[in-house]
């Protein structure tokens, strides 16, 4: 299983993002899928999940402003972030985990928000 992130770039405070993780091996559909970031200096952290039953988590710094869902048609798994903050600057991983099963993670793809 590979897992493609893209959409990450330069915004400015206030803006949007829309980030997109396609999984190969069509076996989306039986898992859960996350966003973590990681920020400079810091470790790796939970921004949103999302079940194979469409059940949303999401960390409380981007309650109100992220949302995830999922394409199991697609096997894409997506991030709309608004109302982006400097605060949400960091590297993006998309995630695929089931219980009993290894977890997937994707390559990364770095969002700064900047003016």
């Known amino acids: 299983v590979q897992l493609q992130a893209s959409g990450g770039g330069l915004v400015q405070p206030g803006g949007s993002l829309r980030l997109s993780c396609v999984a190969s091996?069509?076996?989306?559909?039986?898992?859960?899928a996350g966003w973590y970031r990681q920020a400079p200096g810091k470790q790796r952290e939970l921004v949103a999940t999302i079940t194979s039953g469409g059940s949303t988590n999401y960390a409380d710094s981007v309650k109100g402003r992220f949302t995830i869902s999922r394409d199991d048609a697609k096997s894409t798994v997506s991030l709309q972030m608004d109302s982006l903050k400097p605060e949400d600057t960091a590297v993006y991983y998309c995630?695929?985990?089931?219980?009993?099963?290894?977890?997937?993670w994707g390559q990364g793809t770095l969002v700064t928000v900047s003016s």
């Open positions: 091996g069509r076996i989306l559909s039986i898992m859960t």
């Open positions: 995630k695929l985990e089931r219980a009993g099963w290894r977890n997937y």
